[in-house]
């Protein structure tokens, strides 16, 4: 889930970007923009920064012992011949 301070940022700039003809925005206002943005990336099962990181790692290391096995296929089959 995302960090409370950066869905608190994200409310921010949504309430900047509303004209200023509107007036101020009350407080119930806010924490039910606060409260919708919550429950959206809540519902789409977002994944942490952390999280792709370690799974970016995974696969990089994946990819290298893929790659060797490749060349080990290669060498072998040449050998066969």
């Known amino acids: 889930m995302l960090n409370p301070k950066n869905i608190e940022t994200i409310a921010k700039k ?19 923009i606060k409260s919708a943005i919550t429950s959206s990336f809540a ?24 790659e060797a096995l490749e060349k ?3 060498e072998l089959e040449k050998s066969a011949d």
């Open 43 to 66: 519902s789409m099962d977002l994944v942490t920064r952390e999280e792709f990181d370690i799974q970016l790692a995974v696969l990089a290391k994946t990819r290298m012992k893929l």
């Open 14 to 32: 949504i309430m900047e970007a509303i004209p200023q003809e509107i007036g101020k925005i009350p407080e119930d206002t806010k924490s039910q």
């Open 72 to 74: 080990k296929l290669i």
